[in-house]
């Protein structure tokens, strides 16, 4: 079945550094991914989304890389804040339909 | 614009009881879906509203079901509660139904079922 998941748990980085969030998917046929941020107590905030027909989207601070050779999403932050403490999901959906999560991977800010 | 909010923020219900959730989409969204995220857990997919009709259902049971406004405002209700349905609830919404746009989540309903 459709199955999105992480391959780091945790990640902690040192503030200013850049962070690098990595994630795989297994239903090649999704055409839309994108990556949220959760913060304690709090609703999925979207941080960038990419369409299939991409590899690379940029936004403040922020870059999604889409590999589909090899089914990977990359989520970077730049210049990492402590706000930026929180757990990242991503998610792949197909053709408007219901977004599949991974189970979230936390990133702690060292300052 | 006062985003997707939902209520209550929090509730406590006894199992086999019965719950209704609420969500009020952003300003100018039309689709509404509902996701259950268990403790340290990703959501998972419910279902969606649009048009006032359930577009798709993800893998929960008949005690799961729901309702779209006029208005696009959504319900959520849940049956026959089990200790097993504590979870936050979650309310997104987007626009255009069929076609993948921004989803916005609420804040979500934390459900204790005891």
């Known amino acids: 079945g459709e199955s999105v998941g992480l391959h780091l748990p945790t990640l902690s980085v040192q503030e200013g550094d850049n962070s690098i969030i990595n994630c795989a998917y297994s239903?090649?046929?999704?055409?839309?991914f994108i990556w949220y941020k959760q913060e304690s107590g709090k609703g999925p905030q979207f941080i960038i989304d990419?369409?299939?027909?991409?590899d690379k989207r940029q936004g403040q601070r922020v870059t999604v890389l889409l590999n589909k050779t090899v089914k990977h999403l990359s989520l970077q932050i730049a210049a990492t804040q402590p706000g930026d403490s929180a757990v990242y999901f991503c998610?792949?959906?197909?053709?408007?339909?219901?977004?599949?999560f991974g189970a979230g991977t936390i990133l702690r800010v060292k300052s | 614009d006062a985003g997707v909010t939902q209520s209550p923020t929090h509730l406590i219900k006894t199992r086999g009881q019965q719950v209704t959730l609420r969500c009020s989409p952003k300003?100018?969204?039309?689709?509404v879906s509902w996701y259950q995220q268990a403790l340290g857990q990703g959501p998972q997919f419910i279902f969606q509203?649009?048009?006032?009709?359930?577009?798709q259902r993800g893998n929960f049971p008949d005690r799961f079901s729901g309702h779209q406004f006029p208005n696009y405002s959504s319900e959520l209700n849940v049956n026959a509660l089990l200790l097993g349905d504590s979870a936050l609830y979650l309310c997104?919404?987007?626009?255009?139904?069929?076609?993948?746009?921004?989803?916005?989540f609420g804040q979500g309903t934390r459900l204790t079922v005891v």
């Open positions: 300003s100018g969204h039309d689709t």
């Open positions: 239903n090649s046929a999704s055409d839309y």
């Open positions: 990419i369409r299939s027909n991409m």
């Open positions: 997104a919404s987007s626009w255009g139904g069929d076609q993948n746009t921004e989803a916005f």
């Open positions: 509203y649009y048009e006032e009709e359930e577009r």
């Open positions: 998610a792949e959906s197909k053709y408007g339909n219901k977004l599949v």
